[in-house]
């Protein structure tokens, strides 16, 4: 069975940083796109940043932009979000997910919480 799983998240005040790290066990992921999503109370699930197979592409949403950055270390199947210059608004629950065979984002980790004080 295919298990994703976040780690890093925490309490940190606006101007911080943090970095999320995502480990995938059961199956090999090295030629998988993946991706970080987070939540908010109350507010629908948000894209915020993928990276391909190889590492080589990123793409972030506009949102955070010059803040976040995504990285993958395939030898360690893990995808990592460096965040910094955090802001209150960046508060959610961060979700890891890997792409499907079918083209959607299939498998997916438990969430982590990152909280940014004003």
């Known amino acids: 069975q295919v298990q994703l799983v976040e780690s890093g998240g925490g309490l940190v005040q606006a101007g911080g940083s943090l970095r999320l790290s995502c480990a995938a066990s059961?199956?090999?992921?090295?030629?998988?796109?993946m991706a970080w999503f987070r939540q908010a109370p109350g507010k629908e699930r948000e894209f915020v940043g993928v990276?391909?197979?190889?590492?080589?592409?990123?793409n972030v949403a506009p949102s955070v932009k010059g803040r976040f950055t995504i990285s993958r270390d395939n030898a360690k199947n893990t995808m990592y979000l460096q965040m910094n210059s955090l802001k209150p608004e960046d508060t959610a629950v961060y979700y890891c997910?890997?792409?499907?065979?079918?083209?959607?984002?299939?498998?997916w980790g438990q969430g982590t919480q990152v909280t940014v004080s004003s």
């Open positions: 997910t890997a792409l499907g065979s079918n083209g959607d984002w299939t498998y």
């Open positions: 059961g199956r090999t992921f090295s030629t998988t796109s």
């Open positions: 990276v391909n197979w190889s590492g080589v592409n990123t």
